[in-house]
T-cell receptor, first 115, second 109 residues
Framework: KAGVTQTPRYLIKTRGQQVTLSCSPI?????VSWYQQTPGQGLQFLFEYFSETQRNKGNFPGRFSGRQFSNSRSEMNVSTLELGDSALYLC??????????????FGQGTRLTVV | KNEVEQSPQNLTAQEGEFITINCSYS?????LHWLQQHPGGGIVSLFM???GKKKHGRLIATINIQEKHSSLHITASHPRDSAVYIC???????????FGKGTRLHILP
């Protein structure tokens, strides 16, 4: 069974640009969660999608958005990038309806650098 | 104060030593996760537990619900165990996951 796949692995963008990151969950998993990891703040929850609906959201500005497709693949988008958005973005998938209350399988992450 | 606190922040030990990493939380949780992150960023989920104890190879995780405390133990530690270990809790009130700051473990050969 393939693991959680995130693309791209590395990305460099300039301030003001927008970026889209992709996450393909483990086959059969319907819950996808996104996290941001920075040296200063550690890992922080961004949002969770289940069956194409955003079920939970962390405390991030509206520039951070996401969506989930019918095949459970998820994308997150960050608009008007700021230097502080430079981080490792991780996604995780879970296979039970309760989503984040169950075991989560993490992807390798996308390292975004904003210059 | 963070709702999930880990200790120690950094730990250096000799190969073969018994390692303990602690995690305490201050809110109601439905699950407690232990994660491992190697340099390069990829995260591996080690354990998810809501009560008692789980064992996988040389790794043992325990949780005490009454004391709101969990520990991760590594027996016969090895340099390849060097990584950041992160404790995370799924919060009862909203199902969000809150992470500890991580423990950086370095095992010397």
């Amino acid at each position: 069974k393939a693991g959680v796949t995130q693309t791209p692995r590395y990305l460099i963008k300039t301030r003001g640009q927008q970026v889209t990151l992709s996450c393909s969950p483990i086959s059969g998993h319907r819950s996808v969660s996104w996290y941001q990891q920075t040296p200063g703040q550690g890992l922080q929850f961004l949002f969770e999608y289940f069956s194409e609906t955003q079920r939970n959201k962390g405390n991030f500005p509206g520039r951070f958005s996401g969506r989930q497709f019918s095949n459970s693949r998820s994308e997150m988008n960050v608009s008007t990038l700021e230097l502080g958005d430079s981080a490792l973005y991780l996604c995780a998938s879970s296979d039970l309806a309760r989503g984040t209350g169950t075991e989560a399988f993490f992807g390798q992450g996308t390292r975004l650098t904003v210059v | 104060k963070n709702e999930v606190e880990q200790s120690p922040q950094n730990l250096t030990a000799q190969e073969g030593e018994f390692i303990t990493i602690n995690c305490s939380y201050s809110v109601g949780i439905s699950a407690l996760h232990w994660l491992q992150q190697h340099p390069g960023g990829g995260i591996v989920s080690l354990f998810m537990l809501s009560s008692g104890k789980k064992k996988h190879g040389r790794l043992i995780a325990t949780i005490n619900i009454q004391e709101k405390h969990s520990s991760l133990h590594i027996t016969a530690s090895h340099p390849r165990d060097s990584a950041v270990y992160i404790c995370a809790a799924t919060i009862n009130r909203d199902d969000k996951i809150i992470f500890g700051k991580g423990t950086r473990l370095h095992i010397l050969p």
